[in-house]
């Protein structure tokens, strides 16, 4: 088992910026390709990015090409999102979730990933 928390969200305005965290308590870390997903009110929830192992393969939704980075601290146990340049369509509920099976490469489909946190909310103001 593994245990997500995200912290990190808040109330931006538009053009501003936040940055995510998501800690992992359980098994060992670095065995999982971690990823963040999101869900805005009344839409599916969606990939967002994701990253392998050691932080060596990282891929992004177009959506958020060029303004999200996710990294991570294997030492602490640690997945973040910097979210830059930040839009009103980017308002919504922030999964950070982990994938043991995929840890090499990560993978940008929802149902790879078998551990999920809670979600922290990211509102956007215009």
């Known amino acids: 088992q593994v245990q997500l928390v995200e912290s990190g969200g808040g109330l931006v305005q538009a053009g501003g910026s936040l940055r995510l965290s998501c800690a992992a308590s359980?098994?060992?870390?670095?065995?999982?390709?971690m990823a963040w997903f999101r869900q805005g009110s009344g839409k599916e929830r969606e990939f967002v990015g994701r990253?392998?192992?050691?932080?060596?393969?990282?891929s992004y939704a177009d959506s958020v090409k060029g303004r999200f980075t996710i990294s991570r601290d294997n030492a602490k146990n640690l997945v973040s999102l910097q979210m830059n340049s930040l839009k009103p369509e980017d308002t919504a509920v922030y999964y950070c979730?982990?994938?043991?099976?995929?840890?090499?490469?990560?993978?940008?489909?929802?149902?790879?990933?078998?551990?999920w946190g809670q979600g922290t909310q990211v509102t956007v103001s215009s």
């Open positions: 359980g098994r060992t870390f670095s065995n999982y390709a």
């Open positions: 979730a982990a994938d043991g099976r995929r840890a090499y490469s990560g993978s940008g489909n929802i149902n790879d990933y078998d551990y």
């Open positions: 990253i392998n192992w050691n932080g060596g393969l990282r």
